[in-house]
């Protein structure tokens, strides 16, 4: 069964595809898109390894030509210098406004091939395929596509949506453990922005997701995209709601620079670590129950997730040097402190100006040094 999401961007529309087997049909769900057949697949090293023959052989079937340009796997990928090589690729290729590009990995992946179609002769069209569960669920939707800098993460970007999301949950299965747990880090947040019910199915049926179970898997994936779809066609530029899919990213960004983006911290654990600071430092502030706090850290432990500083590598922290990290956070508004926080498992807030000092504290309190 396929399961079908629409983002309603009125002109701009598209579907998110949800099910198995897609990745053998991407040339025939792809073909009525293009105005000649012809296409341009940006894929990391691993995955073109893993699947790139069934990719290539469905849109040869499809009579779609290919030409194939490679990244090393990794956030590490996501710099100026390689969106340059990619761009320079795609000139030396002849590709023109009517062809399109086919984005074909995981977040980075879809980070640099998006915002190469989004510049490359002031736009070209371009397919999401993602390749990971955290892809699948929240990166390849929504048109948010950017690099990385040594001043933070996805601080240079732009806002570009496909044409079509293809999420095959086949391509999951060679995916490894501990990025299908890092892919669950964005699922579990969407039940605690807003959706209860979701979040205590979750409690319940993580362990199928986890484990590849059909039907709990592609509920999950679903419902997570379901939620996303309706907040990106609410507010496309992150202006207002749109923010709260942030639960988590200031915190966790913050971890990431400092920690140099390698594979010491991967971003869905550092995510799920921010998910439950941001939790723990809501009930600080008298804004959510210390019991809600306590339960989003448990299930976030549960499932093999890093839930306090002390289980990522990297330490000890300085507080004011994560503090200085979450300052560069695009939310920043006038040099003031942005945070998404909680009043309960299913309602988050974003809060501005949020006092440094407070902030400090908690930290120091989680384990940051002064």
């Excluded at 501990?178 to 979040?199: Q, T």
Aim: net charge negative.
């Amino acid at each position: 069964m396929i399961r079908t999401v629409t983002v309603g961007l009125e002109e701009r529309t598209y579907d998110v595809l949800i099910g198995a087997g897609l990745l053998d049909r991407s040339g025939e769900l792809i073909a009525p898109l293009l105005t000649r057949a012809r296409t341009a697949i940006i894929a990391d090293e691993t995955i073109m390894g893993l699947h790139g023959a069934r990719l290539q052989s469905a849109l040869t079937v499809a009579g779609i030509q290919s030409e194939t340009i490679l990244i090393p796997p990794g956030e590490a990928s996501k710099t100026f210098a390689q969106l340059e090589q990619v761009c320079d690729a795609l000139l030396a290729m002849k590709l023109d406004r009517g062809d399109l590009i086919i984005a074909f990995g995981g977040g980075v992946v879809g980070d640099i091939a998006g915002f190469a179609a989004a510049i490359y002769k002031r736009g070209i069209d371009f397919v999401q395929i993602p390749s990971t569960l955290l892809a699948q669920v929240d990166s390849s939707v929504g048109g948010k596509t950017a690099i990385d800098t040594p001043r933070g993460k996805n601080l240079i970007g732009a806002f570009h949506q496909p044409r079509l999301v293809l999420a095959d949950r086949d391509v999951l299965a060679t995916l490894p453990d501990r990025e299908m747990r890092a892919g669950y880090a964005e699922v579990i947040k969407y039940g605690f922005l807003g959706d209860f019910d979701f979040f205590e199915w979750l409690e319940t049926n993580g362990a199928a997701v986890l484990a590849h179970e059909p039907a709990a898997l592609i509920h999950a994936v679903a419902r997570s995209v379901e939620m996303k779809a309706e907040i990106v066609a609410e507010d496309e530029r992150e202006a207002g709601r749109r923010a709260l899919l942030n639960l988590g990213h200031t915190f966790g960004h913050a971890l990431e620079a400092e920690v140099g983006f390698g594979g010491d911290l991967i971003h869905g654990e550092a995510v799920a670590l921010g998910c439950a600071q941001a939790f723990r430092y809501s009930a600080k502030l008298g804004l959510c129950s210390s019991q809600d706090a306590a339960r989003a850290g448990q299930a976030i432990a549960a499932v093999g997730l890093p839930s306090r500083l002390a289980d990522i590598p990297g330490g000890p922290f300085k507080a004011d040097v994560l503090i200085g990290h979450m300052a560069q956070d695009k939310k920043a508004d006038a040099g003031q402190l942005t945070l998404v926080l909680a009043e309960a498992i299913g309602r988050a807030f974003v809060a501005k100006a949020v006092d440094p000092v407070s902030l400090k504290d908690f930290l120091i309190e989680e384990g940051a040094t002064q």
